[in-house]
């Protein structure tokens, strides 16, 4: 079956460190994003990429940073510089046109200590 | 800037209706998309509308006014398992941006 795989659920990390956040799809789809959510205030975009080595910020993209070097992956990187960076991560992809929808992983929870 | 206004709580009884309301100020709007969140769970597409007017999916509904930037989603014989948020999403422009309200907690009780 085709989806989106977001690993580990649960991850926990000191302040000062550097941590990655994996995301892969099988979907064959072109656009792949990265949001954020806290209590209260929704989902936040980060970044985004709409093809294979592009991507563009979102909403919130300091402190992080992406690549996209392959369709199917678009790993997150969450660096010391991110003042906040305990939240829940979540990563979609769609496959185009403007009707179709996200299709969301099931997220990564992310703690900083 | 894009401003997306959702009630933040709304409690209903299991049977009944609920119409969850989403107001919407932005600019090169584009397509409104309704997801339905479960605590700690990822969102799960509901409806897509685009046009002016109601989109009938099963229990669930929505309907955009574009002039007004409003939007509503309307679910019908309320079951427990409906009990979520509910995440209105707007995409402006040619981009492939969507920004999401700050959802709407649904409660449904017996």
């Known amino acids: 079956d085709g989806g989106i795989t977001q690993s580990p659920k649960y991850l926990f990390r000191k302040e000062g460190q550097n941590v990655t956040l994996s995301c892969e799809q099988n979907?064959?789809?072109?656009?792949m994003y990265w949001y954020r959510q806290d209590p209260g205030q929704g989902l936040r975009l980060i970044y985004y990429?709409?093809?294979?080595?592009?991507?563009q910020k979102g909403d919130i993209a300091e402190g992080y940073s992406v690549s996209r070097e392959k369709k199917e992956s678009f790993p997150l990187t969450v660096t010391s510089a991110q003042k906040n960076p305990t939240a829940f991560y979540l990563c979609?992809?769609?496959?185009?046109?403007?009707?179709?929808?996200?299709?969301f992983g099931n997220g990564t929870r992310l703690t900083v200590t | 800037g894009q401003n997306i206004d959702q009630p933040t709580e709304m409690t209903a009884t299991e049977g009944a209706i609920v119409q969850i309301n989403c107001t919407y100020q932005?600019?090169?709007?584009?397509?409104l998309f309704w997801y339905q969140q479960h605590a700690g769970e990822a969102p799960t597409f509901l409806s897509y509308?685009?046009?002016?007017g109601l989109e009938e999916k099963g229990r669930f509904s929505s309907f955009l006014s574009r002039s007004k930037g409003y939007s509503y989603l309307l679910l019908k014989e309320l079951q427990m398992k409906d009990s979520a948020s509910y995440l209105c999403?707007?995409?402006?422009?040619?981009?492939?941006?969507?920004?999401f309200g700050t959802g709407t907690r649904l409660q449904v009780t017996l």
């Open positions: 979609a992809s769609r496959l185009g046109g403007f009707n179709s929808p996200l299709h």
């Open positions: 979907l064959n789809h072109d656009a």
């Open positions: 932005t600019s090169g709007f584009n397509g």
């Open positions: 999403a707007v995409r402006t422009g040619t981009a492939s941006k969507l920004t």
């Open positions: 509308n685009v046009l002016d």
């Open positions: 990429s709409q093809i294979v080595n592009d991507f």
